[in-house]
């Protein structure tokens, strides 16, 4: 297994931004499909977003649409989530993965081989 390493978690107040960063190796990130996913204590682990590895393109879970943004950058081999307008239900550990090409659908853990330790993000009232 590869090494996924997440970081930018923190406190944030309710409206305000956080930046998550993932790092991982060249062909990770050039070359496999990446995501975030979400998990609170005693909840199933869920989806948040995902990135392809040829176009860019991207997936978002409704409850994150237009208030976070996924990005990757190949050069720096890192994964970013931006979260804007935060709100407290978006209070979890954001964990990274990463996915071999060749699946039908990646808004789902089915197709993530690889996996960060997670970082915590909690969101403030």
């Known amino acids: 297994q590869v090494q996924l390493v997440e970081s930018g978690g923190g406190l944030a107040q309710a409206g305000g931004s956080l930046r998550l960063s993932c790092a991982g190796s060249?062909?990770?990130?050039?070359?496999?499909?990446m995501a975030w996913f979400r998990q609170t204590p005693g909840e199933e682990r869920t989806f948040v977003a995902t990135?392809?590895?040829?176009?860019?393109?991207?997936t978002y879970a409704e409850s994150v649409k237009g208030r976070f943004t996924i990005s990757r950058d190949g050069t720096k081999n890192t994964l970013y989530l931006q979260m804007n307008s935060l709100k407290p239900e978006d209070t979890a550990v954001y964990y990274c993965?990463?996915?071999?090409?060749?699946?039908?659908?990646?808004?789902?853990?089915?197709?993530?081989?690889?996996w960060g330790r997670g970082t915590q993000v909690t969101v403030s009232s």
């Open positions: 993965a990463a996915a071999r090409s060749g699946y039908s659908n990646y808004d789902r853990e089915t197709p993530y081989s690889f």
């Open positions: 060249e062909r990770m990130f050039n070359l496999y499909a």
């Open positions: 990135i392809n590895s040829r176009d860019f393109r991207t």
